[in-house]
């Protein structure tokens, strides 16, 4: 065994333990898509989906990549720079002009459009400040461009949603310019940002920021733009990045801002330039759920809201701890390890899918089901997820005050 082997074993001591007592949670593969699929043959209603609009099965959509793949197939075999279809240019003048901004790219994933909107706009001159609960591809773009010789950027963190240290960050950063990084909606803990306070800190200073609204395009806004929309502050957040593997049904990432940034972080990019295009039939699914937008986005997004409202008010109603949450995304707080472990396990057997998100993934004692609601899910779904919800909280002590007593070393 050579040492990766050795390090590798070693450090997944605790993956081993959790499969050996039958509690381990993750990857469990599904036997279709959608929102209603199965597992081993069971089938299950999945609630820690992020296809809010319940899309991304739609026969409109299946019809349009069947179409593509005709067309295209399902690979360009290049990058953007010597891949590029017309398919993928009509989609990005579109979705600009529907989002309100003068210019978009589309990126293969919205990881990689955050990690290289932020590598490429970062340099020695820049002093980075992101929110302390930052998405994995925020972190990334950030320590990535703070590693790179030359670039090498001063890096400082907000209080989580506190307008009041990002003003203080803002104060004392020790570069020339500022660019500020937060979230629309948190992805863990479903509270949205108060953006119209930290864009007011953002603008006494003079720094621009970058919003990443994955989680609330679609789902915020009167017709599903996102926390711009919602809460009218079109052109003062000057980029949004964003991704199509939530409301739009696929895969893909999608940055938006004025001609120039967009047009450079092309040309300097490297997650963009240096990884394949997006294939087509993806760019298909996403053009027609934006057509499905530009109709009926209204009548879409109110139907979610409706649904979240529902679920809201029932677990509230029972007793469950939602955290911090003002969204569709309504994380049960089980603030135990073990009781989070045992519900998804309890929930599972009887069809209902809820991942526990568990340490290093959120603090100790912050241990929860991840539960989201989605346009998609039905009353009986919902009222399903809520009857077992009921028991096992009771059953598993989520319900209540009481701890369990420490495992014994
Ligand atoms: C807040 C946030 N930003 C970015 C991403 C990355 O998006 P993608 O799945 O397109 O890489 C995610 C996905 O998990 C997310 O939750």
Known sequence: MSWIDEKAYAELARV???????VY??????????????IGGRPVVNFSSNDYLGLTTHPKVKEASKAAVDLFSCGLSSSR??????????????????????ACVLFTTG??????????????DTTLIL???????????????????MR???VRFFNHNSARSLRRCLRTKQRKNALVLFEGIYSLDGDEAPITELVEAAEEFGAPMICDDAHGTGTLGKGGRGILEKYDLGGRVPVVVSTFSKTFGGIGGILLGSSDVVEHVKHYARSFLFSASLPVPVVAAAAT????????????????????????????EIGFDLGKSNSHIMPVMCRD??????????LLEGGVMMVPITYPGVKKGEERLRLNVTRGHTREDMDKALDLLSSYGEAFFVLGDVELEPLEE
């Open 16 to 22: 081993r333990e959790a499969r050996e007592k039958q």
């Open 289 to 316: 759920i934006l057509t499905m937008l530009e109709e009926e986005g209204e009548a879409l997004v109110q139907e979610l809201h409706e649904k979240s409202d529902y679920m809201r008010g029932r677990l509230l």
């Open 81 to 102: 720079v010597q891949a590029t279809t017309t398919a993928h240019v009509e989609l990005e003048e579109r979705l600009a002009e529907w989002f309100g901004f003068e």
């Open 25 to 38: 949670p993750y990857f469990k593969p599904f036997e279709s898509g959608g929102l209603h699929s199965s």
């Open 337 to 346: 390890e073990r009781k989070a472990l045992f519900m998804h396990i309890a």
């Open 111 to 124: 990881y990689q459009a955050m990690v290289g909107t932020i590598m490429s706009l970062a340099d020695k």
């Open 152 to 154: 090498q950027p001063e």
């Open 131 to 149: 929110d302390n609960l930052s998405h994995a591809c925020i972190l990334d773009g950030t320590f990535l461009a703070a590693g790179t010789p």
